[in-house]
């Protein structure tokens, strides 16, 4: 497949189907994925390198000093970015300066671009760790990613690299008291009676169970956009991301879906 690495620390903006005009900040190695999970869909391509790899990770100060060239550059050319994105090659929170670099973010979008959201896309892996919980308190759009209603789901879809249960991520996203945003992929796979999919009545409910628990202020949904690692994945169509949407909004808790 044709993965999508990023080459650099400070990447785009790129437009975005969920947050607009969006400056990424990749805290990740520029040359290869490094992630939490191995999600049978990733742009990223599959997770080669363990978790718990030595990587020498670009230091705080050097991305902050990154990030203010670029958004110096941005304003110089009139370009408003709608969100600084942590994101990029893989799991954002396993950078062991996040919470500095999320202050960081959070002073020069002040001083730049005070419209700007910041945002950050995670697979909420991390959350035992206080200072990754804190920073991600911070931040205005705290992403956090539940692809399943059942614990063989997530296995199947995420195939967490670090033991951790569908279970254990519901609890530990309580810690945000509903201020946060969930994201969910929707996908159906079948190939050699191996079925793997989270849109049946089943998953559906399940999921909704679970959003009614933790009661997120927003929910996104969405589909497969580009080639992904594990071939023969169907794209869900807007239709149904509408009607699963639709449940979620009676239950009062805001949804969108984009296809
Ligand atoms: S959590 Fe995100 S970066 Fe990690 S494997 Fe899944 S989609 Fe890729």
Known sequence: MSRIHFHQTIFGPINSRRLGISLGINLLPTNYKLCTFNCIYCECGWTEVEPDTEVNFVPATEIVIQLEERLKELKEEGVIPNSLTLAGNGEPTVHPEFGAIVDGAIALRDVYFPDARISVLSNASKLEDPAVLKALKKVDYNIQKIDAGTERTFQLINQPKVPIT??????????????FVVQTLFLRRELDGVRIDNTTEEEITSWLALMKEIR???VMLYSIERETPLRGIEKITKNELARIAARVEKMGICAEFFD
């Open 166 to 179: 569908l279970r254990e991520v519901v609890d530990s996203l309580k810690q945000f008291k509903g201020n």
């Open 216 to 218: 997120p202020r927003r």
